[in-house]
């Protein structure tokens, strides 16, 4: 059978100490079959967000000796951040890449929190694919209050893991393991000082307000720049392709004369949400992406695995 | 140092026998560190058409193995084919790739090609930016009048080999070896049935008529489906990026009112000739192809190496 492939962006509650974010990223350095792509440590957030591509096996491995590392060196009791979280591991999040589908992707997610609780204690909420109860598939929901507010209301029914008792771990929260889909992290910024029109293109394509059934967004201004920013998550860049989203907002934003100034993607993609835009715009017919020759080359030496 | 890595598209005048087909590309699978992508023989062509990366000593060393399989196999001077050919082996192109530049490339050509003539007995002509003589850059050129023609000339002082004495080899003939950037193929259907809109359309385009500095181009006519084509290489895909080259092909035809149906892309490309024209058409400010998830997992193996 061909190696299964998943991806995980474990996210860590420690953006400022570079010797304990070193220790954090050290397993996935370590381990053959663990892929350990980039990590990025955000000293307002103070969080670090590790990005990982592996074989199941391995992958999982190297999470559990990256968490035993970030319980010996996280208080959550003493930590500060501008980012939302409920723990020092604060969110596991498992995407299936190749040879795996989702609802293998949501077993091992499944199996891995139980075993994640039995060896660190830590509780364990489940969300996306992977949630048990349905409002349990939004993050934020789980994390609403943070660490805070969950540390007394962990104990009510509504709030209780999914996987240990009806308490936080003393020094380390809790951690929210799930599966979900590649997210594609992708701003529109517009030539224009007028934050009302990246509110209304935001309400236009995203999902909560009518549009399209993959994307998430807000407007925001960017001051400094004289812009303002639609940002937004494909959460299924197969189903809402970029290409697809960028037109929709480029449509709206004509009715007020604005223009795109430029786009960002912020973070990894996978080839296949920038190729299928290639192939729009240029209109390949027939194209495959085992013509791209990395790609091609990565099929080779995987199956040399 | 980080590996060097080449690719190279050896083209071999068998496109019919498949036990000599298989003969010929098995040294490429048994290689390590020589990754075969891609083969493809053809009938009509009667040729074999390989895609290979890898490193530059263990890839060399499969094109001898491969090389000496296809003397013991095919006799020129009872081959048949409709794509134009001077030998056994007809031509070996290297591509830089990672880590190695062209000058690099050219001095790896020049090298590999005194090797193989030692080796086989083989004759060599250099070409592209490998060529000693300014007249041999084409690989028209060195090919005129093709195996037959060549078997006479090949005595006179202008055709002589750059590599072996004025002969050719008994059964193989000769070899063109040289260095070059990567080739795309990539065709553009227009919804017209009038050629002369194809064919004024790439001398607009091409380098030959004063277009592009590096695409090669004809127009004809695709009878059978009611359209016309602008059929073009692409030899330097950085400086004349699709994108570019295809707008310019939509620009033209909008003066007969004739829009493109699609477009095609033939054979292998490398990631980057994409990702730019997707960068260009989605306006992405600072992209980074490390931002790719396969190219970083990429680099991420081949480090490991």
């Not at 604060?90 to 190749?98: E, G, S």
Request: with cysteine.
């Amino acid at each position: 059978m061909a190696a299964q492939l998943i991806e995980c962006v474990p996210n860590f509650s420690e953006g400022r100490r570079p010797e304990v974010i070193a220790a954090i990223v050290a397993p996935f350095k370590a381990a053959p079959g663990c892929h350990l792509l980039d990590h990025r440590a955000d000293e307002d957030h103070n969080r670090l967000v590790v990005s990982l591509v592996g074989q199941p096996g391995p992958l999982q491995d190297a999470l559990l000796a990256a968490a035993r590392v970030a319980v010996a060196h996280i208080d959550m009791a003493t930590h500060r951040g501008a980012h939302p979280r409920i723990g020092a591991i604060d969110v596991i999040p498992f995407t299936p890449l190749k040879n795996i589908d989702m609802p293998a992707c949501v077993a091992l997610a499944h199996a891995f929190g139980q075993r994640y609780h039995d060896e660190t204690g830590i509780p364990v909420y489940f969300y996306e694919e992977a949630a048990l109860r349905p409002e349990r598939k939004q993050l934020e929901a789980i994390r609403r209050g943070q660490y805070e507010a969950l540390r007394d209301e962990v104990k009510t029914p509504q709030r209780r893991p999914d996987v240990g008792g009806a308490e936080l771990h003393p020094t380390a929260g809790a951690t929210v393991i799930g599966a979900r889909k590649f997210l594609v992290a992708f701003n529109v910024n517009l030539r224009t000082t007028d934050v009302r029109v990246a509110k209304q293109i935001a309400a236009a394509v995203r999902a909560s307000s009518g549009g399209f059934c993959h994307v998430k967004g807000i407007g925001l201004a960017l001051t400094d720049r004289g812009l303002v920013q639609v940002s937004l998550n494909l959460v299924d860049h197969e189903r809402n392709p970029l290409y697809r989203v960028l037109e929709t907002v480029r449509m709206e934003a004509r009715r007020w004369g604005v223009a795109v100034a430029e786009t960002e993607v912020y973070g990894m993609l996978p080839a296949a949400a920038l190729l299928s835009s290639a192939a729009y715009y240029l209109q390949v017919a027939g194209f495959d992406p085992a013509q791209v020759l990395e790609l091609q080359l990565l099929e080779t030496i995987g199956d040399g695995e």
